[in-house]
């Protein structure tokens, strides 16, 4: 395993980070998520890998993801071992302070994540979306007496426009507040939209992408046509917004990953990672594990080092399009 600074500050991360969405109750929306017994080998296997970062959220499961999480850690590591990384954002029951980024869902929902993780501290706290309806001066507050209380080590962010996070930003500066360190975007070989804004912002501020979806839910993992995981075959075409996740186009994209995959003799997870990982704004990919291979792949990306000539293969097919899921 290869170790980063999170962006530029002094929080020290695993290059791959364990991404816990993927273990939780099962509901309607989520039947491939794996609970507690099933999710046991993956959280056994990213200590073996020394996989350190681990990034979860209150939402995931209503708070299951984050209750087996943090009995895993007791199980399995040391606290001091693992980066924690949990959310807040979208709704956790009918309370007022349940969703949003009101001062009150921020006090609200780090003392219910800390309770469901079972720790005194998260190292990073995250938004999980921008909320229209708060200033984003009371957030940027409210998260800062979060840390100046010692329940998170450092703030982040996740999916939305590269104004807004500037705007949050710049409140936490003007004022003297904590500022984030992280960005959670979408990013892949078939979701290149941050190149435009974001990722540049992100540089200039010394702000580190962990990319959520780095393998575009499995589509680049495989070959075309082909839905190798149960979440992959219960995926929608759309988001919420009806806006496309795939296009037809990507089609090149994934058959230049299998070709280079082939002639190298790695796994198509191993390229398309690699290439997500070669982006110097990128500190660790967030890979939401199902099975042991999935953990394997991504960490062999480490190893793979792309020539100039396979970067254009991967890149030419792009075609632009809207970002989804913010």
């Known amino acids: 395993m290869e170790y980063t600074r999170l ?5 020290k991360i695993s290059r791959i980070a364990l991404g816990c969405m993927s273990f939780g109750a099962p509901s309607d929306l989520t039947s491939w998520t794996l609970g507690e017994e099933a999710a046991e080998p ?4 990213a200590v073996d890998l020394g996989i350190t970062f681990w990034d979860t959220s209150n939402s995931y499961g209503l708070g299951t993801s984050e209750e087996i999480t943090g ?24 309370g007022p302070g349940g969703s949003g980024l009101s001062r009150r869902a921020v006090m609200e929902q780090i003392d219910a994540s800390l309770q469901r993780l079972d720790t005194d501290y998260v ?11 708060t200033p984003v001066e009371e957030t940027m507050e409210a998260l800062h007496d979060v840390v100046k209380a010692g329940k998170a ?4 962010a996740s999916s939305m426009w590269a104004w807004q996070f500037a705007k949050m930003q710049h409140a936490a500066e003007a004022n003297g507040w904590t500022r984030f360190v992280s960005m959670q975007d979408q990013y892949s070989l078939v979701h290149r939209e941050e190149e435009r ?15 959520w979806s780095p393998l575009a839910a499995g589509l680049v993992a495989r070959p075309w046509g082909e839905r190798g995981t149960s979440r992959a075959q219960v995926n929608p075409a759309t988001d919420r917004k009806g806006r496309p996740l795939f296009l037809d186009s990507d089609k090149a994209i994934v058959d230049a990953v299998q070709r280079i995959a082939a ?4 796994p198509m997870a191993a390229v398309a990672m690699a290439w997500v990982l070669k982006n110097p704004v990128v500190s660790a990919p967030i890979v939401g594990a199902t099975r042991p291979q999935h953990l394997a792949d991504a960490v062999a990306a480490l190893d793979v080092e792309l020539t100039d000539d396979e970067v254009r293969s ?3 097919p792009y075609v632009p399009r809207l970002p989804t899921y913010f």
Request: charge should be neutral.
């Open 42 to 45: 993956l959280f056994r296997q």
């Open 314 to 316: 991967l890149e030419e």
């Open 153 to 156: 080590r450092y703030i982040g």
């Open 123 to 133: 190292d990073l706290y995250q938004i999980h979306r921008f909320d229209p309806e």
């Open 7 to 11: 962006g530029t500050s002094g929080l």
């Open 71 to 94: 009995r895993a850690i007791r199980r399995y590591t040391r606290r001091e071992d693992v980066v924690l990384a949990t959310k807040l954002f979208f709704p956790m029951g009918a």
């Open 263 to 266: 002639e190298r003799g790695v």
């Open 197 to 211: 804004e974001m990722f540049g912002l992100l540089a200039d501020q010394g702000v580190g992408s962990i990319p």
